[in-house]
């Protein structure tokens, strides 16, 4: 597992690129994301909650996208802490978060073949 982290306190946007590190670990890692979406936190709990049913799961939007995040986290036994943050408040990496998000709505999408993912949701064949 690759991880990356960083500094940011010190660094002037304009004049300093951040002091950054890199590693990679073999061991259960925990993972903290910031985001300010409070929808993204809440699919999050519900997909990983064992006791939901297949059509409730089939219910969420990018549903196949989620199956196979919470695939990685299990096979990785990924320890993943979700935090929110308040939007458009000036945080530095909040804002290039969303800029970049913003340019990727150009770009194509990626696909995600769910009969590739282990475990995954099938519908019979025919049915879509």
């Not at 950054?20 to 409070?38: E, L, M, V, W």
């Not at 995040?69 to 408040?89: A, C, D, E, G, R």
Request: proline share 5%; net charge positive.
């Amino acid at each position: 597992m690759g991880f990356a982290w960083v500094e940011s306190s010190n660094v002037n946007a304009t004049t300093q690129d951040p002091i950054a590190f890199q590693g990679a670990i073999a061991f259960n890692p925990s993972i903290d994301i910031y985001t300010d979406s409070q929808n993204v936190i809440d699919i999050f709990h519900k997909i990983s909650n064992k006791l939901i049913s297949i059509r409730r799961f089939l219910k969420i939007s990018n549903y196949s996208a989620w199956k196979l995040i919470n695939h990685v986290i299990v096979t990785k036994n990924l320890n993943v802490k979700f935090h929110k943050v308040k939007s458009h408040s000036g945080d530095t990496f909040n804002d290039l978060s969303d800029d970049l998000a913003n340019m990727a709505r150009s770009l194509p999408p990626l696909e995600i073949n769910p009969t590739r993912v282990c475990d995954s949701l099938r519908l019979p064949h025919g049915i879509q």
